[in-house]
């Protein structure tokens, strides 16, 4: 059975590539929604490197140079089965209303090592 989808409650952001971020400091997860309407998660993220991405001019260049490549990235939105529409993975789709979407399977942005 698939673990239930948590998503970290996010706050808009002004930046071209990036729509909104959240952080759970108690999971240590960092959450980054593009201007595509992908939500990814990323694991084990200091508390310090949050707060220098508050602070950052540029949330695109910091993500890129801080984030990106160096942690282990869930996409939390995927296709629906049934018409293909992009969603929260879990969720019923908005579009067809007749399947929840799915997990993409495959990889993302795998951590350098």
């Known amino acids: 059975m698939a673990e239930p989808v948590v ?9 071209s590539n990036i729509a909104s971020v959240g952080y759970s400091e108690q999971d240590r997860t960092l959450a ?3 201007q595509s309407g992908a939500i990814f998660q990323y694991r084990d ?4 490197l949050w707060e220098r991405f508050c602070e950052a001019t540029s949330k695109g260049s910091f993500f890129a140079l801080h984030v990106k490549g160096r942690y282990r990235a869930d996409k939390m ?9 992009q969603g929260v993975i879990g969720t019923k789709c908005a579009d ?11 990889r993302y942005e795998e951590p350098a090592r």
Do not use: D, I, K, M
């Open 7 to 15: 998503l970290v409650p996010r706050t808009t952001v002004e930046s």
């Open 32 to 34: 980054v929604e593009f």
């Open 77 to 85: 939105t995927g296709p629906c089965p049934s018409c293909g529409a």
């Open 45 to 48: 993220v200091e508390p310090g």
């Open 96 to 106: 067809c209303g007749c399947a929840e979407h799915a997990r993409e399977e495959r």
